[in-house]
């Protein structure tokens, strides 16, 4: 089985591609851009076929895909960090939508069976009211940002493609997710790559911080890329489905749970600057139905999640 993932040098991509390597049967093959980062995928780059492309341009995405002629697609890429598109709203869009059109019109045109999984969010839901947690898909999308918009459209065009062409396309809506490798501008990474440099004492003991407030659904990445395996393998064409652990954590428990691994002496400051123009309060999922229709639950506690996330910073830093 021939299966591209798109975003392979990313957090979740890397992720990705371990876990199919551990399967039998499936090639890997990874898109990245000539400029992309390889740290995540090092240790891997042997066994996978990386494919210079980028997805905004049509015509390399077209004939990459016609080359791989893949089973599977699992579209990571993106540009995938909420405050960057504010001041970035082109490229977010661009990237975000533009990418998948040119994936999904490479499929179309190209007459393949291959199924998509799409990394739709969670941040797409937006501005939730209290009497609605936990969200179920069926809320009504409300985005806060140029990035929760852009994922509003890639997983209104997976069902479009699918209504209008029968495409195979399964739309994940990931609640947050976080691990090894996250990226240090993601809240739970920045946060553990501050306590790593202050235990080198490359930092003052101070983290600093922006809304402790605000209340996540965690899941750690191992688990949500399980999901999104079964959601190729069991989830029906079409379909939108909240992957989450259905369980709420403030900001301010993240951070307590970090410092709970540290032996340092360390204050928490607020920072204005890391405020966001509208932040969303609340987002925990209700991922029944992805349950119902794959048997997927998440199995890593949240304590390990931040142990080893915090652990993969102190080998960096
Ligand atoms: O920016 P690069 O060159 O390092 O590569 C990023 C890649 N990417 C692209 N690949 C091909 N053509 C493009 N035009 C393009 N733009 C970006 O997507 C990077 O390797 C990957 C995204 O990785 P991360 O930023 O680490 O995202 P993460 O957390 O793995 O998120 C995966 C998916 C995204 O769709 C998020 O929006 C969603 O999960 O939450």
Redesign the pocket.
Known sequence: MKVII??I?????SHLAEFLLNKKGIKVFG???W???LDNINHIKDKVRLIE????DPFSTNSEIEKIKPDLIFH??????VPTSWSAPHDTLT?NII?QLNIFEAVRKLNLKTKIQI?C?SEEYGLVYKNEVPIKETNPLRPLSPYAVS?VAQDLLGYQYHQSYNLFVVRTR?FNHTGPRR?ENFVSSNFAKQIALIEKGQQKPVIEVGNLNAIRDFTDVRDMIKGYWLALQKGKAGEVYNISSGRGVTIKKVVQILLSFTDMDISVKKNANRLRPSDVEILIGDSSKFRKQTGWKPQIPLEKTLLDLLNYWRERV
């Open positions: 798109t975003g040098a990313g957090f979740v991509g898109i990245d851009r400029l992309s980062r492309c980028d997805l905004t990571l890429a993106a540009q995938s960090f990237t990418g990394a969010s994922k990931g990226g």
